[in-house]
């Protein structure tokens, strides 16, 4: 249900059907995601903007480097994982630098990926 976008490289922003109930009822959905192929998955929420007609998805903890035109992919699952889809990022919130505030241990980062080697990982 996210996603969609026929032929063109995927620039659109249309479900390609309708948002789950609870999205359409206002309410939030936590999934799991990724925006880099090596990363491990980690926590979100995903709401659906009616006004704007898009999802927005806010990461569980923070993640580094989300940048415009990655792509985000949308799981859900307990005993196996389900891809609802992915789609272009458009905006991102503001960085710690631009809020001011000082950066968290790294263990309150999420890892990029496995080939993430600030985060200690060999």
């Given at each position: 249900w996210i996603g969609g976008g026929g032929g063109g490289g995927?620039?659109?922003?249309e479900p390609s059907s309708s948002p789950p109930p609870?999205?359409?009822?206002?309410?939030?959905?936590?999934a799991l995601c990724r925006i880099r192929h090596l990363q491990p998955l980690?926590?979100?929420?995903?709401?659906w903007d009616r006004i704007n007609a898009r999802y927005i998805v806010k990461f569980h903890k923070p993640i580094r480097a989300v940048t415009p035109g990655q792509v985000?992919?949308?799981?859900?699952?307990?005993s196996g994982l389900i891809?609802?889809?992915?789609?272009?990022?458009?905006?991102r919130g503001l960085s710690?630098?631009?809020r001011?505030?000082?950066?968290?241990?790294?263990?309150?980062?999420?890892?990029?990926?496995?080939?993430?080697?600030?985060?200690?990982?060999?």
């Open positions: 995927g620039e659109t922003t609870p999205l359409v009822q206002g309410e939030s959905m936590t980690f926590g979100c929420d995903v709401v985000v992919a949308i799981y859900v699952g307990k891809c609802l889809g992915g789609g272009p990022i458009w905006d710690y630098h631009e001011g505030l000082d950066l968290p241990d790294l263990d309150q980062l999420h890892p990029s990926g496995n080939n993430d080697l600030s985060l200690g990982n060999k």
